[in-house]
């Protein structure tokens, strides 16, 4: 069974930084590419980065030149490093992952609350 975990989330003042972690564990033969996602209170859910396992990144216009995602060595866990928060990034971010179980399927976190305000 997979699991994908996520932390770091909470309470910031705007301009302030957080750093979201994301664990995936259990029967994994391969991480194809991890995201990050958010979705405010009456908002669809929306891409905020993406890094595959061959290390390419992208983000989402709303994260370019603020957020940076990254991954450890054994690519198992991503982050999310976002400065410069503005109150518009409040949101439920969740953490998906395309991987390789006993089979290539989709997956989600359970989410974890950002609040960016003063």
């Known amino acids: 069974q997979v699991q994908l975990v996520e932390s770091g989330g909470g309470l910031v003042q705007p301009g302030g930084s957080l750093r979201l972690s994301c664990a995936a564990s259990?029967?994994?033969?391969?991480?194809?590419?991890m995201d990050w996602y958010r979705q405010a209170p009456g908002k669809q859910r929306e891409l905020v980065a993406t890094i595959t396992n061959g290390g390419r990144t992208s983000y989402g216009d709303s994260a370019k030149g603020r957020f940076t995602i990254s991954r450890d060595n054994a690519g198992n866990t991503v982050y999310l490093q976002m400065n410069s928060l503005k109150p518009e990034d409040t949101a439920v971010y969740y953490c998906h992952a395309d991987l390789q179980s006993r089979y290539r399927a989709s997956y989600w976190g359970q989410g974890t609350q950002v609040t960016v305000s003063s």
């Open positions: 259990g029967s994994i033969f391969n991480i194809y590419a």
